[in-house]
Nanobody
Framework: QVQLMESGGGLVQAGGSLRLSCTAT????????MGWYRQAPEKQRELVAS???????SYVDSVKGRFTISRDNAKNTVYLQMNSLKPEDTARYYC???????????????WGQGTLVTSSS
């Protein structure tokens, strides 16, 4: 079983920066990718950024050039550096880890509890 612990959320003025961290513990050997989703009030959850074991990253268009995802495999930790924050970035951010279940590629996502990010105008 894998557990995820997030930290780093908070309140910041628009234009400011925050860094989120998420550390995985437990049976981490079958984690293939990690990343962050977010969900704003009355909106659907969206994938913000992800990074694979090999270091391949992806971002939603709205954060490209502002957010950077990185991963420390030795610490089983993923980071999300958020710069130039906008009010529309306000949301609860959820860390996820994708666990590979078999050689056919079946997987299961594990979620953290979420951390609140508020960017005030």
């Amino acid at each position: 079983q894998v557990q995820l612990m997030e930290s780093g959320g908070g309140l910041v003025q628009a234009g400011g920066s925050l860094r989120l961290s998420c550390t995985a513990t437990g049976k981490v050997f079958n984690i293939n990718a990690m990343g962050w989703y977010r969900q704003a009030p009355e909106k659907q959850r969206e994938l913000v950024a992800s990074v694979t074991n090999a270091g391949s990253t992806s971002y939603v268009d709205s954060v490209k050039g502002r957010f950077t995802i990185s991963r420390d495999n030795a610490k089983n930790t993923v980071y999300l550096q958020m710069n130039s924050l906008k009010p529309e970035d306000t949301a609860r951010y959820y860390c996820f880890a994708r666990l590979v279940l078999n050689v056919e590629g079946a997987y299961r996502d594990v979620w953290g509890q979420g951390t609140l990010v508020t960017s005030s105008s």
